[in-house]
């Protein structure tokens, strides 16, 4: 079904077919004066050095100042699933197994069975909460080394609180698992009161950022982690030996953006102000609830009335709109929608037909 969407979104892209596309989008975040002009003064120098392959010292000590570690505790790498791929192959021994909380950016999956990794799900309560006897039972029964959430999530748009991820980490210790918690949307949060804080003060735990998605950067292939020394000097030592290592140009270029707090602010209000319009649309719906979603780039709204299976087909081809079916992620009754790309007026036209398609709908 997914498959068989994106063929026909494809095709509405080479043939240039107008429609709204929820499906999936980039933020694009314009870089500010002066980062371009660190561009023009790093394009004119004439020295190109081979980039540090654990990252720009200039940039690390200002993650590490962000994050209150020390330098030795960062690593930058070439995106978010590169950074993955190196911290397997450097840290995971043979028969390390991982577990996942679902719902989950589905690209994690992939990478790991390709990498021949046995990976085990645990899926969110109903009410999305976290029962956390479940998880200590599956490391219980299990070769499990690693546990991999992302929060904010995607596709929920969902914060799992502090407290929850603060024992998750506890039971990782006492089993000599580690937590990765994947925080790319960390800094769209639209919940004042769950704001995601970049501190971190526990060997169990390693986080993933990136210059995607709260930056709005995701050409510049820029993401870091934060975690113990010793998994920092394995990847970094690993990194070497295969070349790796994110261009310095960019690396300054991200260290001056993530620097220049006012202009990230108003780059924020942007996607907030464009989540607030949406709730605001879908509250005033018959067919639609939002439910759990407070953060991120993906909200994942119910429909409140029965609709097919094949729903996001119909609504592709009569509607021109553009989703991806909850079914997908194991919730028929939701769907992913990817809106920070998209202009007021073109999130108000595809609320609007599906709405009217909802209607329409016995
Ligand atoms: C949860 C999550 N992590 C990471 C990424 C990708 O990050 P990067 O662009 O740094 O590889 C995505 C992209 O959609 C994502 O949803």
Known sequence: MVDQLKKIRNNYIKEN??????WHGEVLFKLSPATIEIIDNELKNTHYNYPSSTGNIRLISALAKKYNVSANNILVSNGIKTQLQLLIDACFKEDDEVLLVTPIWSAYKDIFEIKGIKVHEYKLEEDFSIDLSKIIDLLRNNKIKYILLNNPNNPLGLILPKSIIKELVEIAKKNEVMVISDEVFSELVFNPDKKIKDSYSDENLIIFNSASKSFGLPGFKLSYLVAPKYII???????????????????LAFLNELNDKQKHNKDISLIKEKFLFIKEIINKSKFLELD???AGLTLFPRVKKEVSLDWALTLLEKHKVSIIPGSFYGYSDRFRMCYGHLSIKEIQKGLDEINSFLEEVN
């Open 17 to 22: 077919i107008d429609f709204v596309d929820f």
């Open 233 to 251: 000097r394995s990847m970094g030592s690993y990194a070497a030996k295969f070349s790796m290592g994110v261009p310095d140009l960019i690396q």
């Open 292 to 294: 759990v979603s407070e």
